[in-house]
């Protein structure tokens, strides 16, 4: 059973808080008499029971009762010592434990627990004897070795700790933990020199081991011999052509020389290689994310995330990795089906189902978005986000009736996310404006201000609601102007204060707001330039009015009140 220096706890008892001994004083006691050693022995097997059933507090109770009968009891101490050890009373622990191996110095479990707790309590001087005494009692145990040139080499005896190491290596010879351990020695001793003959040593009775050569390097690499590094790794190449992970080093080697296009083609070897594992390979594709602003950066994890597809076809996690890189690099079409692939390979990756609507409802598949997001759902129904993705696809396909029941499903489900609760409710004022419920709608829009007052889009949308109702306009005017201030010179919303102006009867300033809105407009806008025609006309310029409102006919639109305009020359509800 190996102890490990670095966690050696061997006590099996559960943790629990137990009864205190403090003051006992064990050697104080007369020697138990044969009436009393029945007794004893009831009591401390009475003890062992209540420690089954884990009642802590009892057991501890009865092993002190043990020892004020039978001071020299060393069973009890030790099961004493493990109650106190949960209880992290380690002078406790140690005063029983230093009682029990004097009592029985050829009981190896006594000495194991003494050790765990001085590692505990870092007494390091006092581990190096208990190691002693434990390989006196098992000199063929090599976990005993390897623990007390642990404690030395912590102690920073490290000719000492060499010296165990040494007797180590004429008990099981040259093996990788050995050498892993005494490497650490010799690095510590800024003895590079030594630590890189013993690697040399193995690679040369190893040629064909992978683990030497990356060892070395690293050791090279970790002391700024970088030459030293890739020279060793190229080394390994050449016998092992297609090992992925000494390509990983050496692309880390080549970086360390600044040595860019020679690390990222060590990168671009690395996964072609089967044997490197797809997470890791998905690890270094991520590691280019922080820098994605830099183009080069965007196309170096788009090469590397293709290479992985052709290396990995059939796993789902390559196919997401290579979509996500395609859509940073704004190739949307081919990420969609990266994503559609992965889905199909597995469909239990949610992040991907939803990242796949995300794209549809971009490009505006709808019928692809709903048939994909109910999918999803079907797979995930308490997901909040494709409830809601799923909502917005079908008030684009004016739908609001369906929408409706998405959107409930998201609200109830997401508590915690303010952005999505934001946007649910004035999605929510937008699905009950188009059912023409007109009160729903307003409540549905202030709950969402409450999440985000500055939520420009909502504030557009309500404010324009009620400006075609003629209702609370210098409420909706506040909020029209406030849109316009989070984001200026957008269209859209110089559009919607215009009109709430032209409701107000501030024609003038609204004819100020309208001429901005078609400036900012990229095309000609049928509703902006029919607006226009409006406050023209209330303005008394009857010719301009008219004639903007052809133009907006001539941009598309299209009804019947619109043609009375233009027929009978004026201004119509």
């Known amino acids: 059973m190996k102890i490990g220096y670095f966690g050696i706890g061997l006590l099996l008892i559960p943790a629990m808080a137990v009864a205190q001994t403090n003051g006992t004083n064990l050697s104080s006691r007369t020697p138990v008499t044969s009436v009393d050693s029945m007794a004893v022995q009831q009591i401390y097997y009475e003890a062992l029971r209540k420690k089954t059933i884990e009642d802590l507090k009892g057991a501890a109770e009865l092993f002190a009762r043990v020892l004020q009968v039978d001071a020299n009891n060393d069973a009890a101490m030790y099961q004493l010592s493990g109650l106190r050890s949960m209880e992290n009373k380690h002078a406790d622990v140690q005063q029983l434990l230093e009682k029990a191996v004097t009592l029985k110095p050829n009981n190896e479990w006594y000495w194991v627990a003494l050790a765990d707790s001085y590692e505990k309590t870092s007494s390091m001087p006092k581990l190096e004897h208990v190691f002693d005494e434990l390989l006196r009692l098992n000199p063929d145990k090599t976990d005993y070795y390897y623990d007390k040139a642990n404690a030395l080499f912590l102690e920073k005896r490290y000719d000492e700790a060499l010296s165990v190491y040494a007797k180590l290596e004429q008990l099981t010879g040259l093996t990788d933990d050995l050498v892993i351990n005494r490497q650490k020695v010799y690095l510590k001793q800024n003895n590079v020199e030594k630590a890189a003959a013993e690697l040399e040593q193995l690679i040369a009775s190893n040629p064909d081991q992978v683990r030497y050569y990356l060892l070395l390097g690293e050791i090279y690499n970790s002391n700024h011999l970088t030459d030293k590094a890739v020279k060793v790794l190229q080394r390994g190449e050449k016998v092992l052509p297609n090992n992925g992970m000494l390509h990983l080093a050496l692309a880390d080697a080549y970086r360390n020389k600044k040595e860019i296009e020679a690390s990222y083609k060590q990168l671009q070897l690395a996964f072609e290689a089967p044997g490197l594992d797809i997470d890791q390979k998905i690890r270094i594709i991520l590691g280019y994310t922080p820098k994605f602003p830099d183009a080069n950066a965007k196309v170096s994890a788009l090469e590397l995330s293709r290479i992985a ?67 999803a759902l079907s797979l995930f129904p308490n997901q909040a986000w494709m409830n809601y993705l799923v909502a917005i696809a079908y008030l684009q396909k004016k739908q609001p009736a369906k929408a409706l029941g998405y959107l409930k499903n998201t609200i109830a489900l997401e508590l915690d996310d303010k952005d999505l609760s934001a946007q649910s409710y004035a999605a929510l004022g937008d699905c009950y404006h188009e059912l023409k419920d007109n009160a729903k709608s307003d409540a549905a ?70 001429e901005k809105a078609l400036t900012h407009s990229k095309d000609g806008n049928a509703v902006q330039t029919e607006h226009y025609g409006d406050i023209m006309f209330y303005l008394g310029n009857t010719e301009a009015a008219v004639q903007n409102w052809k133009k907006a006919k001539e941009y598309g639109g299209q009804s019947s009140v619109l043609d009375r305009k233009i027929n009978e020359k004026k201004y119509v509800e």
Request: aromatic fraction near 10%.
């Open 445 to 514: 829009y202030d709950k969402a201000l409450t999440y985000n007052p500055d939520n420009a889009y909502t504030l557009n949308n309500y404010a324009y609601y009620l400006s075609i109702r003629g209702e609370q306009l210098e409420k909706a005017a506040q909020m029209s102007k406030h849109s316009i201030d989070l984001q200026p010179n957008t269209a859209s919303f110089e559009d919607t204060y215009a009109w709430i102006l032209f409701r107000q009867k501030k024609y003038a300033d609204a004819r100020q707001w309208i």
């Open 309 to 375: 597809t052709n290396v990995h076809p059939n796993d789902a996690k390559a196919q997401a990795i290579y979509g996500d890189m395609l859509a940073q690099n704004n190739k949307l079409k081919e990420a969609k089906a990266a994503y559609k692939k992965s889905v199909e390979l597995n469909s239990e990756i949610y992040m991907v189902h939803e990242q796949l609507v995300r794209l549809e409802l971009g490009e505006n598949a709808i019928d692809e978005a709903i048939k994909d997001g109910d999918n």
